[in-house]
Each structure stands twice: as C-alpha cells, then as structure tokens.
C-alpha cells in the first residue's frame, strides 16, 4: 500500500511539474495585443502600416481587394469619428468612432479601418473600399473629374492626410463627388457642432456669433446650445459685415438675407458664386432657391431657411456659417434645427429647411 501511495505521489508530481512547464512554455509564447507607447496603452496595434509599401498602386481598384485590406481598429483612449459618403453627403459608405494612436497621421487611421489604395508614391488616396477616382489612372473619354476629398471637423484640408496629424474627438469626413464645376468646397456643415468645439490641427480661434436686429435672443439661445454641446468659448456681437474680409475667428452670421447682405460685399458674393465656391444656396427675388452640384436651380422657396458656410478657398481655416432665409420665421426655424435637431445636419455639405424638412444640398440630379 506504501509503495502504491508512493507510486501515485510521483505520478502527481510528475502532471504537476509537467503541465507547469506546459503552460510556461504558453506564456512566453504567447504574443501580447497590448502596446505601450508613450505611457498610453493600446490594444491590438500593430505599429505603422506603411501604406506606400503594403498598399498597391494601379486600378482597378476592386480587383486589389486582398492587398488592399483594412489592417483592423485599435483600443486607445483616444478617438476620432471617421465618416465616409459618396455624392455629396448623400450615400453614406462608413461611420464609425475609431481609435487613434496620439501623433500618428491620418493615413494610418484610414489603413486600420478601411480598404484604401493609393497613388503618387503612397500620399494620395486613390479609392476607399473599392471605389476610385476616375481621373488618376484614366485617359481620353474615360477620365472624369469624380475623385475623393476630405474635411476635417467641416474645414477642407489644406494638406494631405499622409501629413495631417488628427487631434482626439476630430470628425475626418470623405466624399467621393464631381469636381467638374465645383473644384473644392472650402467648409461644409455635416460635422455640426465641429469646427465651433474642436477647431482644425489642434487650434481653435473662438466662435462669434453675429445677429441682426431682433435676433439678440436667438443667438443667446443659439451660444447656450453650443456651450452644452462643448464649445469652449462664444462670443456675441451685433452684426457688423466689416470683419468678414479677412475673419480670424468662426462666424455664425443670424438673419434674413437681404439684412446680412445689405451692405456686405463677401454675403453678395457668396451668394452669387455659390457654385464656385461649394454653397449651393441661391437667394434671387425674394425666392430661395436649392442647386444641383452643377449649379441648376431645381427648387425654389417663397418661405425657407438656409444653413451654409463659405471660405475663401482650400486653406482658409475660418470659415463664415450663415443661418438665413427669406423670412422672419424660415430664419427662426433654421435656428431651431441648430438648437434642437442638430443631428438633421449630419452628412449634409449645406442645408434649405422648408415645409419639405431639412434637404442636404446640392442636389445630385
């Protein structure tokens, strides 16, 4: 019986010592998901993904599906809403709020979530997710204007995404559109309450809001919505049109169009530039009227409001949002939709608000 009790101990201590140097042997084989870098913990990143080299250059795009696949999202403690649309806002393709590695371009972020091809040595993207420009690797009566462009927090930017640098709580926004008529569109609307909360690059110059007469209250109404929205700093201001020239703060211009472009050359010329400068908004005769991304007139309003923003071109950083109509109450019920239905702007490039609702313009017929 002692040498069975024997026996059976040795047997014991033989699994014991066995299975010890089994699952140590596990461990060190074991490869962590968890990276530290900086003193910031990530999980599942996999370091840099160097797009220029894993990432295949040349169309067609859909046939380069296996090189070309997103490498997978990360755990951070930092995050960026991503959002990608086709035809001006009007087909949603992605979004998504995704991790971000602090300091890292934007490029990166777009290979971990989505299937990206790329062009002119790896700083140009070519195509998201199977779809492509048909301008870059097309000739003669194949090539088209149609290509991707992106915004950050609603300012088009000024540099590529392989050199942006996007800041945590940014909205990086990408469509896929025609730039036959319209080359850039400088600010678009459909990451509302951005640029007011987070600025562009990092740096936020202060929001202004400017009213006509008779609107001091809704502009007040209009800053306390910001403010619980997270916009750090509002100011409020009598409209005066002289510092819209060369604006070093965001404006918010409140009131009827023909008061905000009574004596104001740059409301003049938005308007009458519209298609030129990405508005899409056309105030004539009293009448508002909704364009097409070819700049037709297809509706016209005797009643309506408008929410749009303009900047002077690719690079300029502050841009003018005007929150308009034909009317006392079309501008009241712009406002409210600010106010009360921000989500309604989600995705929209500008906005008419009519007894049809809120419409995102232009139009892509």
């Known amino acids: 019986m002692k040498k069975l009790r024997s026996i059976i101990f040795v047997l014991i201590a033989v699994l014991i010592f066995t299975s010890s140097i089994d699952c140590s042997d596990a461990l ?10 900086d003193g910031v913990t990530y999980k599942g990143y996999k370091g840099p993904v160097q797009g220029e080299i894993k990432y295949k250059e040349g169309r067609p795009a859909d ?91 609603g300012i088009l930017a000024p540099i590529g995404v392989a ?6 709580g940014d909205v990086i926004w990408w469509d896929y559109h025609d730039w036959g008529t319209t080359m850039f569109a400088p600010a678009v609307i459909g990451s509302y309450p951005q640029p007011f909360k987070s600025g562009f690059s990092g740096k936020n110059p202060g929001t202004v809001i400017m009213y006509t007469k008779g609107y001091e209250k809704d502009a007040q109404n209009l800053k306390n919505s910001l403010l619980k929205q997270g916009v750090k700093k509002v100011d409020l201001a009598a409209y005066n049109p002289n510092g819209l020239n060369k604006p070093k703060k965001y404006y918010i211009l409140i009131g009827k169009w023909n008061d905000l472009s009574k004596n104001s050359k740059v409301v003049q010329d938005i308007n009458t530039k519209n298609k030129v400068v990405g ?7 009293g009448k508002l009227q909704g364009l097409n991304f070819k700049g037709k007139a297809i509706t016209s309003y005797d009643h309506a409001g408008a929410i749009y923003a303009y900047a002077a071109g690719i ?46 313009i232009p139009y892509i017929n």
Request: hydrophobic fraction near 35%; include cysteine.
């Open 315 to 360: 690079g300029s950083t502050c841009p003018i949002w005007m929150v308009t109509g034909t009317d006392d109450q079309s501008v009241r019920n712009a406002l409210n939709i600010m106010i009360n239905k921000p989500q309604s702007l989600d995705k929209h490039f500008s906005a008419i608000i009519s007894n049809k609702g809120v419409e995102n």
């Open 28 to 37: 060190k084989g074991k490869k962590s998901d968890t990276v530290l870098i």
């Open 63 to 153: 046939q380069n599906a296996q090189s070309r696949k997103a490498s997978g999202d990360i755990e951070s403690p930092y995050h960026v809403d991503l959002v990608v649309t086709r035809d001006f806002g009007h087909k949603s393709m992605y979004s998504k709020n995704v991790g971000l590695v602090k300091d890292e371009v934007g490029m990166e972020v777009l290979f971990r979530n989505l299937d990206i091809q790329t062009a002119y040595g790896g700083g140009f993207v070519n195509a998201i997710n199977g779809v492509e420009s048909k301008f870059t690797f097309f000739t003669g009566k194949n090539r088209q204007k149609v290509d991707w462009f992106y915004w950050v927090n």
């Open 163 to 168: 050199e942006y640098r996007p800041q945590p």
């Open 279 to 285: 508005t899409y908004v056309k105030f004539e005769k």
